[in-house]
């Protein structure tokens, strides 16, 4: 257990801690000789039943609030103490206030200097101090008078922290370790160590750590745990650590840093939060205020953007952006604290919900609606409200590493939530199962009309697609959705374009007429050696443009092929010169020829024939090597005759078994999404377009 003290200067906090623990926490020569606290002070008190209390005492300077603030983070009780002479005074008020936004719900009011008052006095303060605890996390905490000096009330106070101690649950080291550092020294013999309360998790000798937001590695040599040696450490424990690291030094880690996992170390310069402005400021926030914003033992110069139009009133709870201007390492559900620019007062404080907060459309009523239901204290229930929300997906080791939760935190999620999950490379992100049927039936509704309007077309653009859909997802992980549904059978992908299985490229009346009048021409005695879209064109007295189109959809029909640029061949004539290659190939040497016994079986002049030979290189039909080629044996069935085709696989069907696959060149092999379609030929390589 660590207990933190409170109060206004002098009233008594380190002369308590001296009476309980018999240790003066006050350490610096300065702090001796001036009587009052300057910085932090830490006391071991070991207690019969073998138990250790950690003290931390603050100092109650006005001046010196921020040192305050880094005590009081981590600390699981409280003693605010409050002098009977002097009764309620400023910072009785302002640590009161911060122990209230930091949410510190356990504490003790130490009424010190008891010997110096009468009874009628100690009855009026504790009815004053009772008073001002009202509304606060603090209310209705018991009112202990003690003196320091006399002794008076010391044993109760002692009976009461021990009794605390049994009852005080654990807090949870199922999260991922982090550690707030508030002092780095160096030790002759050990070399630097950096001592802190474990806010989660836990770490042990040999642990690997980062120092956050520096990123400096290091390694934990030795450990002491409440000022004892130890294996290891825990949540709600003060720890010393000596580190071992290339760039680790005293000077290298300071207050506010965080010593964490280092699977935990994400810098974050922009969060969304939910702040409370207190009662006791003069003024509203306003847009772009400039503040000092305290988180851990840190302290950052900041600036608030109010997320609504209205500024915000004191007293008045409101969800905020903080954009700090450097960043540090916090988690989700951190408690913060902002101050005036000139550190001389308080404004208020509250909770981190969203350490990757948007800096454009942060005020639109979708993204209010996910930073409420973001708020909610259960992991569980943000992650749920997070997959429901405006954006439909979630990253879940980020979510997870945000909220320094347990390093399986996301694998039990995904088995809990029934999540589909889509990863391309290091990313990865979760939907709910009903978001993923949702999307992917809008993207087959999507291509569907798309077809309906575009008949003429193979299919529509990937980011197009992905541009039209929600939740719009990043391109990488667009693509690991593509594949999945090319998976379940629903799309099919042809290069950069998307169909429906089902889908056909169909002509236009009139683009049929003029096929139904230049298919003959490719066929017959000229179909090795068949008129280019010119000579069609010419002969038809009609626009190149409007020929080579029509031959494009046949060939997208697979009813030709471009064989070289504008020379279109009939399906049936590349598969007899396919057969022709093989027969060549079969009777010759080693199974080797060359083109010219190929242009002499074809009869069609040799600039033709190596354009064909060329095209079955392409395609990996032949394999060529020098002036000679073999037939590659893995695809002899490539070129089929259409006749020998089933009925479905003429056309735009997902398997083709006998035409070339236009993606993969491979004639077999469907590919799932897209990101080996380059490493393979395209049926039209070196054909330019
Ligand atoms: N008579 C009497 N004097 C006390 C008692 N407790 C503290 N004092 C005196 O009050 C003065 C301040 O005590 P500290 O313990 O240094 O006060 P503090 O709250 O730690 O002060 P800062 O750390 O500077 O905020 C010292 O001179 C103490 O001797 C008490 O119970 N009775
Ligand atoms: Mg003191």
Redesign the pocket.
Known sequence: MIVGTA??????????VRALTGVDA?RLPEEKAR???LDLGFAYWPRPDGQIIGFI?????EKLVHNMLAGATGIDLVLL?V?ADDGIMPQTREHLAILDLLGLSRGIVVL?????VDDDRLLEVAAEITAALAGTCLAGAEILP????TGAGIGALAERLDGLCKTMTRRAVDGRFRLAADRSFTLVGTGTVVTGTVLSGRVAIGDAVVISPTGLEARVRSLHVQNRAAEQGGAGERCALALAGADITKEAVRRGDIVLDPSLHAPTSRIDARLRVLESEAKSVGQWMPVRFHHGASDVAARLVVLREEPLAPGETELVQIVLESPIAAAAGDRFIVRDTSASRTIGGGVLIDLRAPERKRRTPERRAELLALDAADPGAALLAMLDGPRGFVDLDAFFRDRAAAADAARHAIERQDLVVLAAGHQSIAMCRQTWQRFSDAAIATLDAYHAERPDLQGMGQEKLRLSLHPRLPTTLFAAAVQRMVAEGAVVLDRAWLRRPQHEVRMTPEEERIWSRAQPLLGDLHRFRPPRVRDVAHEFGIDEKIVRRVFRLAARRGEVDEIALDHFFLADTVAEMAEIAMDIGHSAEAGRFNAAEFRDRLDNGRKVAIQILEYFDRQGFTMRRGDWRRINPNRTSMFVRRAELAPAQIGGDASPVGRPDFKSGKGRETVLGGFDSHSLPPRSQGVRR
Request: aromatic share 0%; glycine share 14%.
């Open positions: 109060g206004h200067i002098d009233h008594g906090k380190t002369a308590l006050d009587g009052i606290t005492d603050v100092p109650g300077h103490v002098a010190t200097k008891s010997d110096l003690v003196s320091a000096v």
